[in-house]
């Protein structure tokens, strides 16, 4: 079994920071991707960050400059560092990942954590 789960999330004001954490753990040889969704109350969850192993990551328009994902490969982590949040930045960020098993490619999202950003 394969699972990740996601901490950092909380109350913020505007124009403050966050960490958000993705752990994943279980049996597989690799992950070829992570990456972080959003859903905002009464929204569909949309796309926010993704880096795939080696190449440089891809970022939504509405958090480009503002937010970082990185990878700690040792670990099996990714992060989110989230800077000069906004009240539209609120929602819950949902991890998923792309892990290579000997069944072959996997997706697997996270629980999901609440971030809320205060004006």
């Known amino acids: 079994q394969v699972q990740l789960v996601e901490s950092g999330g909380g109350l913020v004001q505007a124009g403050g920071s966050l960490r958000l954490s993705c752990a994943a753990s279980?049996?597989?040889?690799?992950?070829?991707?992570m990456g972080w969704y959003r859903q905002a109350p009464g929204k569909e969850r949309e796309f926010v960050a993704r880096?795939?192993?080696?190449?440089?990551?891809i970022y939504a328009d509405s958090v480009k400059g503002r937010f970082t994902i990185s990878r700690d490969n040792a670990k099996n982590t990714a992060y989110l560092q989230m800077n000069s949040l906004k009240p539209e930045d609120t929602g819950v960020y949902y991890c998923?990942?792309?892990?290579?098993?000997?069944?072959?490619?996997?997706?697997?999202w996270g629980q999901g954590t609440q971030v809320t950003v205060s004006s």
């Open positions: 880096m795939y192993s080696g190449v440089s990551p």
């Open positions: 998923r990942a792309v892990v290579d098993r000997i069944t072959g490619p996997r997706e697997i």
């Open positions: 279980g049996s597989f040889f690799s992950i070829s991707s």
